[in-house]
C-alpha cells in the first residue's frame, strides 16, 4: 500500500474525545492495559497527505478575513460524486454548505414540519438523529429493520407504510449506508423505500455520510439517483470529515435539486448565523477529493474490510451468544449481547464495564435502541483490532 494505516498515532494530549474519555459508566481501564479507542465513530489512521499540504498552503498566506466559497470548492464536490458514486449532471447550484450533517437534517426537517410532527427513522436509529428531533420539538416514530434467515438488515416496506399512514407522516430520514447496521443498500431495496415514500407524500432525508466507507466490494448508491421521483424529493447529506476523518474542522454539504426545498433550506441554515464555512475547512476538502484521496480511500476500505472479516469471524467462532451481521459498509460493528448476558447472569452494563477496564473503549449501544447491544469501531491499525479481540477473549467473554 502506498499509505500507512499499521502505524500507531499517539493521540494523547490532543484533546480528542476518542482516547481522553471513557464512555461506560463507572468503568476505569486498569493497570497495564493500554488504551484502543473503539467506540466514537473517528478513526486512528493519519489522513490523506494531501489535506495537510492544502491547509499549510493556506495558513502561509496571513490574512483570515472574510471570502466566499470558491469554484475549486464545488468544483471539487462535483468530481468526487461523479466518480466515485456515478453522479451525473450535478451542478454548483444544488450544492448548498452546512456545518454538520445534523444540522443540515435539521434545517430541511424544520422547512418540511412543524414543531410536535412526527418523522419516521429506521431502528436500529443513529444516536445523532435522536437528539437533533427531539431537542427541536418533533416525534420519532421507528419503523424496525428485520433480520432475515441470514442474518441480514432489511427494510420492513409494509411496516414503514402502516407508520406513515397512522401517524400521517411527511418527513423521514434515511440512513445510508446504515449506522449502526452497516447496510449498504442494493438499488432495488432503496427504489422499493422510495415508492413507499412517494406513495404517501413523504420528503425524504438521506444522510449519506458514509457513502465512501463500502466493504468488501459493496458498492454505495446515492439515493437521488434511483428515480425522477427521488431527485426531486430527497435532501442528500454527504461531508468527508467521515471519509477522511476531518471532524475536529467541521464542514458537510448537502445537494439539493428541487429549487423549492433548496431555497427553504438555504434561508433556515442562515437564521443562526453560524452555519458558516471555516476557511480551513474549505482547504481541508479541496485536498481530501484530490486524486490522491481516491486511492487513500481505496485503501482505507481495503484495511477496514480486512478488520471486519477479521472481526466478525473471531466474534462468531469464539464469543458464544454474541450475535452480529457482518457490515458491508462503515467501521461499525452492532453486537447483540443478549443471549450472551442471560446465559452468563451479567447485566449489558457489567459486560461494558469489563471490557473498558482491560483497555477496549466501546459504545454502549441501547442508545440506538436495542437492549443489549455493544457498538465497536474497527477504525484501527489491524494489529490493535487484534489485540482488542484478544482482550476481550482472555479478560471479558471466555475469562
Known amino acids: 500500500m502506498k499509505y500507512d494505516f499499521e502505524s500507531i498515532i499517539d493521540r494523547s494530549g490532543t484533546h480528542q474525545i476518542a482516547v481522553e474519555v471513557v464512555p461506560i459508566q463507572g468503568a476505569q481501564v486498569k493497570e497495564g492495559f493500554s488504551k484502543i479507542p473503539m467506540w466514537v465513530a473517528d478513526m486512528n489512521f ?7 499540504e492544502e491547509i499549510i498552503k493556506r495558513v502561509q498566506h496571513p490574512t483570515f ?12 464536490i462535483i468530481d468526487w460524486q461523479s466518480k466515485r458514486h456515478g453522479v451525473i ?41 435522536t437528539g437533533v428531533l427531539t431537542n427541536n420539538g418533533y416525534d420519532i416514530v421507528h419503523s424496525d429493520l428485520v433480520q432475515d434467515e441470514n442474518g441480514v438488515w432489511r427494510m420492513d416496506y409494509e411496516d414503514m407504510d402502516k407508520k406513515l399512514k397512522e401517524n400521517n407522516i411527511h418527513c423521514a430520514i434515511f440512513c445510508s449506508p446504515h449506522n449502526p447496521c452497516g447496510r449498504v443498500w442494493e438499488e432495488w431495496e432503496i427504489k422499493k423505500a422510495m415508492e413507499v415514500y412517494e406513495a404517501n407524500d413523504c420528503w425524504v432525508i438521506a444522510d449519506e455520510i458514509w457513502a465512501d466507507l463500502t466493504l468488501n ?32 474542522l467541521q464542514g458537510s454539504y448537502h445537494i439539493i435539486y428541487n429549487k423549492w426545498l433548496r431555497d ?13 464555512c471555516n476557511v480551513l475547512s474549505m482547504s481541508a476538502l479541496i485536498g481530501a477529493y484530490k486524486p490522491e484521496g481516491h486511492q487513500w480511500v481505496d485503501e482505507l476500505n481495503q484495511v477496514l474490510s480486512d478488520n471486519v472479516n477479521y472481526a466478525y469471524d473471531f466474534i462468531t467462532k ?23 448476558c442471560k446465559e452468563n447472569n ?9 471490557g473498558a477496564e482491560v483497555g477496549v473503549i466501546w459504545q454502549d449501544g441501547r442508545p440506538f435502541h436495542r437492549p443489549y447491544a455493544i457498538r465497536m469501531n474497527l477504525a484501527v491499525p489491524h494489529s490493535l483490532c487484534v489485540e482488542a479481540f484478544d482482550r476481550l477473549n482472555k ?3 471466555n475469562a
Open 318 to 340: 469464539n464469543f458464544k451468544g454474541v450475535k452480529l451481521a457482518k457490515p458491508e459498509g462503515t467501521y461499525m460493528l452492532y453486537l447483540d449481547c443478549e443471549e450472551y
Open 264 to 276: 427553504r433550506t438555504i434561508k433556515e441554515s442562515s437564521l443562526s448565523h453560524y452555519n458558516s
Open 46 to 52: 493519519a489522513t490523506v497527505p494531501t489535506i495537510q
Open 89 to 129: 449532471g450535478l451542478t454548483k447550484e444544488a450544492i448548498g454548505y452546512e456545518n454538520g450533517v445534523l444540522g443540515g437534517v435539521i434545517s430541511v426537517v424544520n422547512c418540511l414540519c412543524s414543531k410536535g410532527d412526527k418523522v419516521l427513522l429506521h431502528s436500529p436509529t443513529y444516536v445523532g438523529f
Open 346 to 354: 451479567i447485566t449489558i452494563d457489567e459486560l461494558q464495564i469489563k
Open 65 to 76: 478575513g472574510y471570502y466566499y466559497m470558491s469554484d475549486e470548492y464545488f468544483d471539487s
Open 395 to 397: 479478560y471479558v467473554f
Open 217 to 248: 466490494g459493496n458498492k454505495h448508491i446515492p439515493t437521488q439517483s434511483v428515480s425522477d421521483w427521488a431527485k426531486q424529493h430527497v435532501a442528500a447529506m454527504y461531508a468527508p470529515s467521515k471519509t477522511f476523518n476531518l471532524a475536529g
